[in-house]
DNA sequence: GTCTATAAAAAGATAGAC
DNA sequence: GTCTATCTTTTTATAGAC
């Protein structure tokens, strides 16, 4: 008793959501027509209207969709030692970018093409992930573990450190993403640690 | 003596470069017509034509000169140690690339826009770049004063850190730049150095 | 749900007057 | 060197048939 046999919409919507982030990370959101993306997906370019109401928010729910991902991935380690949360956070940060580097590639490419009220959604949420790294570093500071001078430049810091692998690393290239990580976590780990 | 009344090159030319570095950063390549480019310089679009050929040119140009302007100015420190010639390398870096986030934004983002030819040859210079900081860690790791795993990944990682700074700093916030620079260089020398 | 066809606006680039 | 005017193509989005 399922749908009726021209509803296609399981098949197209997912992938116009495919097309979209491969297109939009390889030339960008605007260098990107209705035309282009539609050839990609295999359909006219009026079957994409029936999907998103304009190109704007087919940008902005990729963004969106990608933040929720990544908050309901990253789980609070339930770890004792703000070291071992760390460690995790880590190793998930990486982890999770290094299988999406699409979404990566356009969540921050792409945030100036989101209207404003867009934008402003995608960054509490991006905000909140920061917080996650944030409240880890805290803790560790008041522990005496860590010894960091200003702990939401040192999130930054790490952040951007971590989320540099996606600009280089590819899979099956000179060192695995276990290689990768365990030197990250070495340099991670020292840059916060107390002498 | 002078030139001709109606020769308005030397001010046209360099407004285009800063209308267009402005522009680009703001909206992206893509989104930016020769007509809005034209608006913000103060002249019909036709004019333009006058100083570039063509729209990817004029995008090139920005990206080639900025990599040249990085390269001169990222003079080889006399220091004798590794360590004094990081240090030299971490405050450079962060302060010439503070100087100009509109370059760097674009440097970062528009690459993808670039034809293949344009970008190999950016992306030389880019990688020369890079090999001034390889060849210090190398120095270090080489004297026992430095523990890193692999010399190119902390090389990635210690200037995509750096650069993470122009996502977020601005003049006159919380911390000035100085503040920022002895920060980021405390991480950066633990990050590497050995136990 | 997808198609063809099209409307209406905007794009990159050029020609020729001044 | 800049202007106005224009050519040609492409854009986002919609209407209506199937």
């Known amino acids: 008793m399922g749908r009726t046999t021209g509803s296609h919409s399981d098949i197209t919507r997912p992938k116009i959501r495919a097309a979209a ?40 729910t990729l963004l969106q969709d990608h933040m929720n991902d990544l908050l309901e991935a990253c789980t609070s380690d339930a770890a004792p030692t703000a070291l071992e949360r760390l460690r995790h956070f880590v190793d998930f940060h990486i982890r999770f970018h290094a299988d999406r580097p699409d979404e990566v590639f356009i969540s921050y490419m792409e945030l100036r093409n989101l209207t404003t009220e867009n934008f402003a959604t995608v960054e509490t949420l991006r905000r909140q992930y920061e917080d996650r790294l944030e409240a880890i570093l805290r803790d560790g500071a008041a522990a005496g ?44 780990r020292k840059s916060v640690m107390a002498g």
Chains 1, 2 share one sequence.
């Open 21 to 60: 982030l491969r297109l939009f990370a390889r030339h960008g959101f605007a260098a990107v027509s209705m035309r282009a993306l539609a050839t990609e997906v295999g359909v006219q370019a009026g079957a994409l209207y029936n999907y998103t109401p304009d190109k704007q928010t087919l940008l902005f």
């Open 145 to 188: 573990d860590f010894a960091i001078a200003d702990t939401k430049i040192a999130t930054l810091a790490v952040i951007a450190m971590l989320t540099g692998v996606n600009t280089w690393f590819r899979a099956g290239g000179r060192l695995s993403l276990d290689e990768v990580i365990t030197q990250y976590w070495d340099m991670v």
